[in-house]
């Protein structure tokens, strides 16, 4: 079992930065795969960014690229994930996820390691 906690999450102006974190604990060194989703009231859970483990590449959803950024610190077993110029369209709760599986799964099911969200406001 792999256990994931966020924290982070908040309620910010437009235009603003947040940072989120995501700590993986118990059995994580068989985890290849972190990732962000995120749900807005009344929609899908949906692909935000992902993390390789051991390489650190990373992939991101079209409607994020260029203004959010994942990473991850091995030694902490911890992910972020850096929200720049933040607009009413990023109100969600944000999940971190993590899989076994490689080459950046973007579907919720292919997760089976959840946390508990975080909840992200943004107001105009």
């Known amino acids: 079992q792999v256990s994931l906690v966020e924290s982070g999450g908040g309620l910010v102006q437009a235009g603003s930065s947040l940072r989120l974190s995501c700590a993986a604990s118990?059995?994580?060194?068989?985890?290849?795969?972190m990732a962000w989703f995120r749900q807005a009231p009344g929609k899908e859970r949906g692909f935000v960014a992902a993390v390789e483990w051991s390489s650190g590449r990373t992939t991101y959803a079209d409607s994020v690229k260029g203004r959010f950024t994942i990473s991850r610190d091995n030694a902490k077993n911890t992910i972020f994930l850096q929200m720049n110029s933040l607009n009413s369209e990023d109100t969600a709760v944000y999940f971190c996820?993590?899989?076994?599986?490689?080459?950046?799964?973007?579907?919720?099911?292919?997760?089976?390691?959840w946390g508990q969200g975080t909840q992200v406001t943004v107001s105009s």
């Open positions: 996820a993590a899989t076994v599986l490689a080459n950046f799964p973007v579907r919720v099911t292919q997760y089976p390691y």
């Open positions: 118990g059995r994580s060194s068989s985890v290849y795969t």
